[in-house]
């Protein structure tokens, strides 16, 4: 466009002439003229006009640098500013702050990481929890005063399952470090690639005190994790185990499935033997790196295990490590947003709504137990138990 100028320069000059002419000699004749005639004037300077307009849209851009279209928009008499306004940036709880500085500079990963801190809380919890050591305290002696409403059975069997390493025995150990006092290791906890755990093993949860050990009514019962695949837990034995037929401290094997001869096989069980609620552990952590395999997994088992009529809730362990501020302070579990957005996707990766997870830290590495940390595990227990209940309820026997 720019080369051409000097042409079309040259070209505007040109037809102006023309036109002139064309005017001159009508005024001269001093008498009416043929539209034909005026529809050549008119076209005439119309081409000529663009020409002019052409050539000086050129010579703006080349002088602005600008394009075209920004030229054409611009408001004669004003310059615009080349600077950029600064983004916002959200220091923390209240008004959004302005940056001092316009200059982009290149974002560290300490600042990156406060920013993600900060931005992290919001200002109202989406799930009100007292945090009070009375109502710790108060959601012990509920689970502990618990009894299923059934007249077959005494205690309510809890069946965790989840991927390998998603915090299965680490839940249980902790449940139990509650209901002890002191941080615990019944459960066995591990880190390997394949299962920790082998053995369906089963646990009561007690309260202890300085004479006693009372069993509460609550069992929670420990498997092998699922590796989303042809190795770990299979459907075909985790069904077996909620239908009751698995014996306690069967060693599981993908390549020996649960059958009729295996040693200690149950052939009619009871309702005691069987699995009252399913609850999935997902670590929060993994969530980004779940595997097509495990999604189907878990596809498969919530329909079949919906068919059995027993209700699914599940329970988002390593919230400490997918938010900084719960981590510091667990009591800041429902102001995270980084926890709320963890929940939604683990909602979407087991097919159910948010509103049966809970958050949960697990006593991992502790020496001492923390009022918050315990609460949120007596919460989920809570949570855990209402679903419980509606088996009974769903499974109670007619009254006579
Ligand atoms: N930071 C953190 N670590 C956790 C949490 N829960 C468990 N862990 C750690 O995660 C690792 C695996 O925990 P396990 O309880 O053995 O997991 P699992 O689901 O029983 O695993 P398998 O038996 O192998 O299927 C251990 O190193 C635990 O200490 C948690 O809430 N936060
Ligand atoms: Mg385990």
């Given at each position: 466009?720019?080369e051409?100028?000097p042409?079309t320069?040259?070209?505007?000059a040109a037809?102006?002439r ?10 001269r004749l ?8 005026l529809?050549h ?18 010579v ?9 279209e920004k ?5 004669p ?6 600077k ?15 940056a ?16 993600k801190?900060?931005?992290a ?12 050591e009375e109502?710790r ?5 509920s ?22 390493g ?6 249980i150990s902790s449940?139990?470090s509650?209901?002890s006092g ?27 005190d300085?004479k ?27 069904l ?15 390549a020996?499935?649960?059958r ?6 149950v052939k009619?069980?009871y ?13 929060a952590?993994?969530l ?9 997994t ?22 400490d ?8 302070d ?13 929940i939604s ?17 697990n ?8 009022g918050p940390?315990?609460?949120?595990l007596?919460c989920a227990?809570h ?18």
């Amino acid at each position: 466009m720019v080369e051409l100028e000097p042409v079309t320069g040259l070209m505007a000059a040109a037809g102006s002439r023309v036109a002139f002419a064309f005017v001159s000699r009508w005024k001269r004749l001093r008498r009416p003229v043929s539209s034909r005639y005026l529809l050549h004037v008119t076209s005439l300077l119309h081409f000529t006009s663009s020409l002019h307009f052409t050539s000086l849209c050129n010579v703006c851009t080349r002088e602005t640098g600008e394009d075209m279209e920004k030229s054409l928009t611009a408001k004669p008499g004003f310059t615009f500013a080349t600077k950029t306004l600064p983004d916002p940036v959200f220091t923390g709880i209240g008004p959004p702050q302005v940056a001092s500085s316009t200059k982009k500079t290149k974002v560290e990963p300490e600042d990156c990481k406060q920013h993600k801190t900060f931005t992290a809380l919001l200002d109202t919890p989406w799930r009100k929890v007292d945090w009070s050591e009375e109502h710790r305290d108060a959601l012990m002696s509920s689970i502990f005063a618990y009894k299923p409403s059934s007249n077959s059975v005494s205690k309510a069997r809890v069946l965790l399952l989840g991927p390998v390493g998603a915090g299965k025995s680490s839940f249980i150990s902790s449940v139990q470090s509650v209901f002890s006092g002191r941080v615990i290791n019944r459960a066995m906890v591990g880190s390997s690639s394949t299962s920790f755990t082998k053995k369906l093993q089963s646990f009561n949860i007690r309260r202890y005190d300085e004479k006693d050990c009372d069993p509460s009514a609550l069992v929670l019962c420990d498997v092998m994790g699922l590796e989303g695949g042809v190795t770990g837990l299979t459907l075909h034995d985790t069904l077996a185990i909620i239908k009751g037929h698995v014996p306690e401290g069967h060693k599981f094997s993908p390549a020996q499935p649960v059958r009729t001869d295996t040693a200690g096989f149950v052939k009619k069980p009871y309702e005691v033997d069987r699995v009252h609620c399913v609850v999935y552990v997902i670590d929060a952590s993994k969530l980004d790196s779940c595997s097509q395999a495990m999604k189907t997994t878990f596809s498969h088992l919530r329909e079949h295990i919906s068919d059995l009529g027993v209700h699914q809730v599940a329970v988002l362990t390593h919230v400490d490590q997918v938010c900084p501020e719960t981590d510091r302070d667990v009591s800041n579990v429902y102001r995270s947003r980084l926890v709320q957005q963890a929940i939604s996707k683990a909602g979407a990766l087991l097919g159910m709504s948010n509103s049966y997870i809970v958050p949960v830290k697990n006593y991992y590495s502790e020496l001492e137990l923390d009022g918050p940390t315990d609460t949120l595990l007596l919460c989920a227990i809570h949570h855990i138990l209402q679903y419980v209940q509606l088996y009974f309820q769903d499974n109670a026997e007619p009254a006579l």
